[in-house]
């Protein structure tokens, strides 16, 4: 007996995802959490030292 | 000359920092200490994020054997640690602090060439090791200044230049991640 599986797009599934190949969505989701990192740290490197500079933020 | 360069550096800065001494620019590790508990909930993020994205190219790396991606997934694993050490500025300080700090700073130097590009790009390829050195001669720079010039903290030209280094250095150091984003986006495009 041969069990087949068929591919069905998921009901929940919003119309940016769907369609959209899982391997190309890993690289979006990855992309924008690097640019979000990415970012972060760098204001966190600058801004910093500067605390003194600009002021009582805190 | 070096009253020129003091000039334009302290134009940089909102006001004269000789004025108000207590608000001059100070090092990142300072920071650690004076504002520890923000820095702590903050760094989460970013460290996270990065560690992330670090694995991933890792893992996908065709040419990495499975050892060295072991020994890599490792490396990134005490990058995590030992950033954690290097911010808890307040309680370890000392030649530790200075251990943990270089040690955070050779791991990502050495993931950052031994992980290649998904996708080659002459662009990259050419700057990347021109970032990376630049990086670590301002960060050799830093620490010579630290170690070397007497009485830094009171001399506000070389204390101040000190800390454009040492920021400057760490953030070459992320643009390298940044141009792997950069490819990763070029990925997607194509």
């Known amino acids: 007996m041969t069990l087949t599986i068929k591919r069905h797009n998921r009901p929940n599934q919003n119309d940016e995802t769907r369609g959209m190949d899982s391997n190309l969505l890993e690289k979006h989701c990855l992309y924008y959490a690097a640019i979000l990192g990415a970012s972060l740290w760098a204001s966190w490197i600058t801004w910093m030292p500067f605390l003194h500079v600009s002021g009582p933020a805190m | 000359m070096l009253y020129i360069l003091q000039k334009k550096i302290q134009a940089l800065l909102p006001y004269d920092s000789r004025k108000h001494p207590s608000k001059s620019t100070t090092t990142i590790s300072h920071t650690f200490a004076e504002h ?3 820095i702590t909930i903050y760094v989460v993020g970013p460290m996270s994020l990065l560690f992330l994205f670090r694995v991933n190219r890792t893992l996908r790396d065709d040419k990495l054997s499975q050892y060295a991606r072991k020994m890599v997934l490792i490396v990134l694993l005490s ?9 808890r500025y ?6 530790a602090h200075y251990f943990f700090t ?6 990502l130097l050495l993931y950052h060439g031994i992980v290649s590009n998904r996708g080659a790009h002459w662009m990259v390829d050419l700057i990347k090791p021109m970032v990376g050195v630049a990086s670590v001669l301002l960060m050799c720079g830093f620490g010579a200044m630290i170690s070397f010039v007497t009485d830094i903290r009171n001399r506000h030209t070389y204390w101040t230049m000190c800390c454009y280094m040492e ?3 760490l953030l ?3 643009s ?8 990763l986006g070029l990925s997607i495009q194509s």
């Not at chain 2, 307040?90 to 030649?95: H, L, M, R, S």
């Not at chain 2, 270089?102 to 791991?107: D, E, I, P, Q, Y």
């Open chain 2, 36 to 38: 520890n508990t923000v």
């Open chain 2, 79 to 87: 990058v995590q640690y030992s950033t954690l050490v290097v911010v």
């Open chain 2, 90 to 95: 307040d309680t370890i300080k000392g030649f």
């Open chain 2, 102 to 107: 270089a040690m955070t700073f050779v791991s």
């Open chain 2, 167 to 169: 920021i400057l250095a």
């Open chain 2, 172 to 174: 070459l150091l992320g």
């Open chain 2, 176 to 183: 390298l991640d940044i141009l792997d984003i950069y490819v």
